[in-house]
Nanobody, 118 residues
Framework: QVQLVESGGGLVQAGVSLRLSCAAS????????MGWYRQAPGKERELVARDISGGSTNYADSVKGRFTISRDTAKNTLYLQMNSLKTEDTAVYYC????????????WGQGTQVTVSS
């Protein structure tokens, strides 16, 4: 069973940077993709960024140029570097893994709160 544990959230002021981490258990070789989603109060969960095994990444338009997703396969850890944070980035951020083969499934972490104050 895959487990995802996020860390790195917190309360910060607008304009600063924050890095989220997601430590994944299980076999990294059967990961199809990993990504970050977020959910703000009263809104639906939305994709922030996704790293697809094989090298491609995609981002929500609202974070392009400010956020960077990366993955350390040796540590089986996913990161989200968030720069120039805005108040509208305030949300609970969730790590997601899509597995294939022996790891087939759609897995979610418990979420980490990011609050950006003006």
């Amino acid at each position: 069973q895959v487990q995802l544990v996020e860390s790195g959230g917190g309360l910060v002021q607008a304009g600063v940077s924050l890095r989220l981490s997601c430590a994944a258990s299980g076999d990294s070789k059967c990961i199809a993709s990993m990504g970050w989603y977020r959910q703000a109060p009263g809104k639906e969960r939305e994709l922030v960024a996704r790293d697809i095994s094989g090298g491609s990444t995609n981002y929500a338009d609202s974070v392009k140029g400010r956020f960077t997703i990366s993955r350390d396969t040796a540590k089986n850890t996913l990161y989200l570097q968030m720069n120039s944070l805005k108040t509208e980035d305030t949300a609970v951020y969730y790590c997601n893994e899509v597995g294939w083969g022996a790891c087939f499934g759609d897995y979610w972490g418990q979420g980490t709160q990011v609050t950006v104050s003006s």
